[in-house]
């Protein structure tokens, strides 16, 4: 047991994020200082360390809330309020969450219909992928307020319009991603199939399509969380309604720090949470196909 | 109205032809560039025509031509926005936030504790929406250009000090043990055998960062900005709805984040050319 825990990664792991946490306090100290300074100079009492340090991670909005401040914010919008609230978090994060997954899945079929037509029609190797790649020189986290207009004046408003942008963002990974699998076979199966007079349709599901499951989850892991960052973006410009993405912004319109640091708390745990789903898939599919681990 | 529609319909199957045509030829340097290159011509010629021909408001799609000549009436604007965002804000933030990952990393590689510790950490904070933190750095750096540089310090961090991490562990035990019967010392074996073992993945880190530090950029400028700067200029004219300034805009990014990226790969390229993957 002991060993295991020497040679795992479990204690290290621990022992950044304990660094970070620390971390984390000393800078709320720092940064939260001149106020607390400023406060106490006007009620004229002079602070000691152990006073500072209290007044440092307790302020109502502070330029960077302890640890224990976002807990509490992120305990109260969660657990303490009804999902269905408006003030939940729960209720932001699952309109975000929506849209991201129905990006994700619009993304990565187009990848994978992408994908596969560059793999089988030269044409469109050589005049498409090359456009693929420039597609994703035009920074469209940088262009979202514009297409969210654009599509609400055509009448677009809701899910779909964040779809859309998450969709721009997560099928690039899958295409590219895609198209190296199912070139991934050697040319020796290749053969292989050509002897047995396989068809196009079998040498794709028998021999390209398996050979590509590897490489299509490494690029799902990729996109599921672009396709997030696209969503939150996406939501900037809705003018703060709903979502994790307008919680950040209406914070920051009223200084709300302890709540643009929740909502980041919670994006981060949707983004953990679908990376290991992404993840769980991978190894179901990997078992059910007979790989031994 | 429809002739255009027909038109464009026309090009389109002229040019999909004569592209099938072309790819049947041997390849050769010429048609690897032409096909592409009458690919991105059809897609702006289809776009001409068919926003002219069903005529649509330039408030949804102005057509490239509009683009264009505003493109060319205000480059002064479009100047002094790419020195506030690009050449201040991202440049900055790219050059400290690989510089420092790099630094980090050799660091914490000396102890492979911290390391076994840090790389699921920094994996982890890879595919975190780390573009949320821009309100919080705004906040804390006002408008100018340095809190733009700090979100791009914060995106680009984590992706370069995986990469640099993995690399520095990429010389394998026999190089290793070559150089320790030279006798060499850990900074002589840091400089002339894991760094440049380790360039592939540098190079790798550093083309990522290369689009994230331009996002960055723009996007912090949506929670404030001086009245200059890419991000701040979309924002506005979406709000005025002038959409063939924003489109502009959205070609300036276009062309400075590939020739950006392009820099870096041809410095990979000089770099390391031993490596299989730039053999050609």
């Known amino acids: 047991m002991r060993r295991r825990l020497a040679s795992g990664s479990t204690v290290p792991i621990l022992t950044i994020v304990g660094f970070i946490i620390a971390l984390w306090y000393v800078m709320a100290v720092v940064l939260n200082a001149p106020w607390a300074y400023d406060q106490a100079g006007r009620q004229g009492v002079t602070l000691d360390f152990g006073g500072l340090v209290a007044a440092t991670w307790s302020q109502d909005r502070p330029r960077l809330p302890a640890p224990h401040q976002v807990a509490t914010e992120f305990w109260n919008t969660t657990i303490e309020v009804a999902p269905t609230s408006r003030r939940s978090l729960v209720h932001h994060a699952w309109i975000t969450l929506s849209a991201t997954l129905m990006g994700f899945v619009m993304g990565a079929t187009l990848g994978i219909l992408l994908a596969i037509g560059i793999v089988h029609n030269r044409a469109m190797d050589a005049s498409v992928m090359p456009w693929v790649i420039a597609s994703q020189t035009i920074p469209i986290l940088a262009i979202a307020p514009m297409i969210i207009v654009v599509l609400a004046s055509l009448g677009l408003t809701g899910l779909l319009p964040k779809a859309v942008i998450s969709m721009y963002l997560s099928f690039f990974p899958v295409a590219v991603g895609m198209v190296k699998g199912l070139r991934s076979p050697d040319r020796i199966l290749l053969d292989q199939m050509h002897t047995w007079n396989a068809s196009g349709t079998q040498t794709f599901v028998k021999l390209r399509w398996p050979a590509a499951l590897p490489y299509l989850f490494a690029s799902l892991k990729v996109a599921v969380a672009a396709s997030l960052v696209g969503a939150i973006i996406g939501e900037l410009p809705t003018g703060a309604v709903a979502g994790l993405g307008a919680r950040m912004l209406s914070g920051s319109y009223y200084g709300q720090t302890i709540q643009i640091w929740s909502a980041l708390v919670m994006a981060s745990i949707l983004a953990a949470s679908l990376v290991a789903l992404v993840g769980l898939a991978e190894r179901l599919t990997a078992r059910a196909m007979g790989a031994r681990p | ?280």
């Open chain 2, 1 to 280: 109205m429809n002739t255009l529609v027909v038109g464009a319909l026309t090009f389109w199957a002229m040019a999909w032809w004569f592209n099938v045509r072309l790819s049947k030829l041997p390849q050769n340097r010429l048609t690897a560039l032409l096909q592409p290159l009458l690919f991105g011509a059809t897609l702006l010629v289809l776009w001409e025509l068919l926003v002219r021909g069903f005529q649509v408001s330039p408030v949804l799609l102005p057509p490239p031509s509009a683009i264009g000549s505003r493109f060319a009436s205000s480059l002064p604007i479009l100047w002094t926005d790419l020195v506030q965002t690009f050449f201040k804000g991202a440049l900055t933030g790219y050059v400290i936030g690989c510089g420092s990952a790099i630094l980090v990393a050799v660091a914490v590689d000396r102890l492979p504790f911290l390391r076994r510790g840090l790389l699921p950490v920094g994996n982890f904070a890879s595919a975190l929406p780390i573009i949320g933190m821009a309100p919080i750095m705004v906040m804390w750096f006002g408008f100018d250009w340095q809190s733009k540089a700090a979100v791009v310090v914060l995106m680009c961090f984590f992706p370069m000090l995986v990469n640099t991490v993995q690399g520095l562990l990429a010389a394998d035990h026999l190089q290793r043990d070559l150089l320790h019967t030279y006798a060499a010392s850990y900074w002589q074996s840091l400089f002339k055998l894991r760094l440049p073992a380790a360039s592939p993945f540098l190079f790798n880190g550093l083309k990522i960062c290369t689009t994230l530090a331009l996002i960055g950029a723009i996007v912090a400028e949506f929670f404030g900005s001086p009245t200059a700067g890419m991000g701040f200029r979309i924002s506005t004219e979406v709000g005025r709805l002038q959409l063939d300034m924003v489109w502009a805009e959205i070609a300036v990014a276009a062309l400075v984040g590939s020739a950006f990226y392009g820099l870096v790969a041809l410095a990979e390229r000089a770099a390391t050319f031993w490596h299989p993957s730039q053999r050609r």
